[in-house]
């Protein structure tokens, strides 16, 4: 198993939990390290049904929800759904200014998305 820099990743009743290491998520390398750990978990792990807990995360670079978005479809490509929790407000308004809050499936915390897997 490859090991992660910048994600922090669980199992909880077969959903893939990661957490983010990196409180602030701004620069390039960073974002590309990010991404090439999402493409591992998905595509050499085989790990479908993923929840992103962002508890952790105070800035989040607009760089970064392209990751995001690429995360979600290598994810349905898979068979699997992702889930995100724990976004703080001004992370939050990012993604309704995007519109990115209509695309991804944002829960309040963690066991509230957990418990939206098995719906």
């Given at each position: 198993?490859?090991?992660?820099?910048?994600l922090?990743v669980?199992?909880?009743?077969?959903?893939?939990?990661?957490?983010?290491v990196?409180?602030?998520i701004l620069?390039d390398?960073q974002?590309q390290?990010?991404?090439q750990?999402?493409?591992?978990?998905?595509?050499?792990?085989?790990?479908s049904?993923?929840?992103l807990?962002?508890?952790?995360?105070?800035?989040?670079?607009?760089?970064?929800?392209?990751?995001?978005?690429?995360?979600?479809?290598?994810?349905?490509q898979a068979?699997?759904k992702?889930?995100?929790?724990?976004?703080r407000?001004e992370?939050?308004?990012?993604?309704a200014?995007?519109?990115?809050?209509?695309l991804?499936?944002?829960r309040e915390?963690v066991?509230d998305?957990?418990?939206?897997?098995?719906?």
């Amino acid at each position: 198993m490859a090991e992660n820099r910048r994600l922090d990743v669980s199992e909880v009743e077969g959903v893939t939990v990661v957490e983010f290491v990196d409180r602030k998520i701004l620069d390039d390398a960073q974002i590309q390290e990010i991404g090439q750990e999402f493409a591992d978990l998905v595509n050499a792990q085989g790990r479908s049904n993923m929840l992103l807990n962002f508890s952790s995360v105070e800035f989040l670079s607009s760089s970064a929800l392209g990751k995001l978005i690429n995360l979600n479809k290598q994810v349905k490509q898979a068979g699997g759904k992702l889930r995100m929790s724990n976004i703080r407000p001004e992370i939050m308004e990012v993604f309704a200014i995007t519109k990115l809050n209509k695309l991804f499936d944002i829960r309040e915390d963690v066991p509230d998305a957990l418990a939206a897997f098995s719906k």
